[in-house]
């Protein structure tokens, strides 16, 4: 008898099937027709389980495959986690806290975001008062960070080289310095926006540069003024000499300037709604008489139950004018 004429290994599924069916195995040596229909239907079984192990196989690889790759996301996670950690850390650490003096005292606070960002902002006490200086570098990341950081470095450097420097001069020698130093070679165009203040003893404020609105909180009044910030970032141009300007006002004895990044007021609630200088300005004059310490713990609290989510750093600066002594 020949291979053909022979029954065909019958596959085991199959030979269930048949059975059931009421057809013996025997049967089909002697129906060539059935014998041939179960042939087929056996290879077509064969190969479908030689297809299951293929996929039950390529599954498998794939499984272990996700798994490795899991555990290398994990730990570049982890590894990227602890450097936003360190970039977070270093961004608040060079931040001033509380600074008192004769004629003045100082507050701030900075919650960064989520993601480590370029708030800036620094209290340099000199003879014959303070500078104080605030801004933010364009973005969010480790390069915002690391820029804000340059920026805070030379700003103290510039002002401390010179005693007699103003505002102004400042701003404009800062912008050359970023503009050589950071931005041609770190081949970034990141813009930045920075105001510098020069507070003397008896209450004149000297500022230049270009950031948010100055909140100024009057003793006597208990009003806010508003006090614009002419002039333009650092960063766009070589040379912002022709479109830096350089403004004053006057403190009196009690009153409050409140210094901040757009965090504040940029802050949105569910229904997108921003928190505002209306806001702040409200904040203030509820908080004007508290130590400023509790003013910005206050200010910070009341944008945090505000913002739906921690989408930019909230930072603040308050300072009180004491008088001269």
């Not at 102004?168 to 813009?191: C, G, K, P, T, W």
């Not at 910070?300 to 930019?312: F, G, K, P, S």
């Amino acid at each position: 008898m020949s291979d053909e004429s022979a029954a065909p290994p019958v596959h085991p599924l199959l030979v269930r099937q048949l059975r059931r069916a009421g057809i013996a195995e025997a049967e089909l040596a002697s129906d060539p027709r059935l014998a041939e229909l179960v042939r087929r239907v056996s290879r077509t079984y064969v190969e479908h389980d030689e297809d299951r192990y293929l996929r039950e196989r390529s599954l498998e690889l794939s499984s272990r495959e996700m798994q490795e790759l899991n555990a290398r996301l994990a730990a570049e996670r982890k590894r990227l986690q602890g450097e936003l950690d360190i970039a977070r850390s270093l961004q608040t650490s060079i931040l001033p806290r509380d600074v008192v003096a004769d004629t003045y005292e100082v507050a701030g606070r900075m919650v960064p975001a989520t993601e480590v960002g370029g708030d800036y902002y620094d209290v340099i006490p000199v003879n014959g008062g303070c500078w104080v200086a605030i801004g933010d570098v364009a973005g969010h990341g480790l390069r915002a960070a690391v820029i804000m950081t340059m920026i805070q470095s030379m700003t103290a450097a510039l002002i401390r080289q010179n005693p007699t420097i103003t505002p102004r001069e400042v701003v404009i020698a800062l912008n050359r310095a970023v503009r050589e130093n950071v931005f041609q070679r770190l081949s970034v165009d990141n813009f930045v926006t920075l105001t510098v203040l020069h507070c003397r003893p008896d209450g004149q404020v000297r500022f230049a540069g270009a950031h948010e609105v100055i909140l100024v909180h009057r003793a006597a009044a208990r009003t806010c003024e508003e006090i614009e910030t002419p002039g333009t970032w650092l960063g766009p141009m070589d040379d912002i000499a022709p479109f830096t300007v350089e403004g004053a006002f006057q403190l009196e004895r009690g009153d409050l300037m409140v210094l901040y990044t757009d965090g504040v007021t940029e802050a949105r609630n569910a229904n997108h709604e921003p928190f505002g200088l209306t806001n702040l300005s409200s904040c203030i004059r509820e908080t004007h008489a508290e130590p400023i310490a509790t003013i910005c713990e206050r200010v910070i609290d009341d944008v945090r139950r505000w913002m739906r989510a921690e989408e930019d750093d909230v930072s603040l600066l308050v300072y009180r004018h004491l008088g001269a002594a």
